[in-house]
């Protein structure tokens, strides 16, 4: 059985992690629903939950574990009850997410992800701006995104749809699949394997379900289609890791709509967009009205969309308001209002010297 946890990824960066715990198990968590959890063990699967001493340590909820987690338990057997979670292995990549009502706490979704697929479907799903979100969360996770473009059975325009993509992807792989025939996802198989592991990202009803259960070889996942105002159902509210018959493991991560953008990785999702402001005249070139602004001058001549541009700067300001209350939003606003003239303190006393010598005069 420790060659099955091998297959899904214990490699000897974790062995050696575990090596400093020698009175406890190595196990993977596989599935969460809740304060519980199953995790795959050298003996098999065993329930699980966290120790009071986990608890108690954590300060913020990316500290409690999460399905992709490696752990240390006090046992690798079900017996006498659950097993205890005692430590969480260091992880070597994650989806986060900001918690429901926190302005800065934040909560693992899946962790030790090798590649993420980011999903979209070739027909009512399909949005440019949406995958430039995608690959923002992706990359910030720490893995490798690759786009996986759905329902190509759906699609009548493919070339051009890939040619407007290409804008965006910024040398990311680009696959597409279909759901129709046996060998319609075989181009996602080259990123699967022994030791690898895959989430994928993507709205709820773009495939990702039926995607899954065709690599399984079964219906594992429940799946439904995009509703008619195309945000989806949600069909997936557990998170669980499967293991492939040929090898490594895949993530079903919620929808998007779990998951946040406060620290999306904007440098290597608008790669092109940084290249261009660093050839602008002013190092702090907002790109909207400085002289000699290589982003605008690309915009007119036509090399960089507007929408894309316009996307960017929605999704940094965004980032920055997201989690936080309305007042907080109010005070990051002012912030932002008054950051030129050195903050909102050095502007009161600009406008009272201003005052005074409007008195005098």
Known sequence: MKKELE??????RFLAEASLYPDLYVGRVISQYKDLYKAM????????????????????????????????LDRNENSGGNAIIRHVLTRKSAFIRRAAGTAKGEQVV??????????????????LRRMERYLGVAWDSG???????????????LPQKLEELDAVACGVDVLVTSSLTEDGCASVRKYLGRGRTVALLGSSGVG????????????????????????????????????LPDGGAVIDTPGMRELGI??????????DIDALAAQCKFHDCTHTGEPHCAVQQAISD?????????????LKKEARYEGLNSRQIEAEKIATMFAEVGGIKNARRFAKENNRRKRGM
């Open 143 to 157: 893995a490798v995104p690759v786009i996986v473009l759905t329902k190509a059975d759906l699609c009548d325009d």
């Open 7 to 12: 297959n899904i990824g214990l490699d000897r």
């Open 262 to 271: 406060e620290s999306a990785d904007f440098a290597k999702a608008f790669a």
């Open 110 to 127: 899946a962790a030790n992800i090798d590649t993420v697929f980011c999903c979209m479907s070739l027909n009512n799903d399909y949005n």
């Open 208 to 243: 990702k379900s039926t995607l899954i259960n065709r690599l399984l070889g079964h219906d594992a996942l429940k799946t439904r289609g995009l509703r008619n105002d195309d945000r989806g159902w949600h069909a997936t509210t557990r998170r669980d890791l499967y293991i």
């Open 41 to 72: 063990t050298e003996n098999g699967d065993v329930a699980a939950e966290i120790s009071g001493k986990v608890r108690f340590d954590a300060e913020t909820l990316s500290d409690y574990p999460a399905v992709g987690d490696f752990v240390m």
């Open 302 to 314: 036509g090399l960089l969309s507007a929408k894309r541009f316009s996307n960017y700067q929605k």
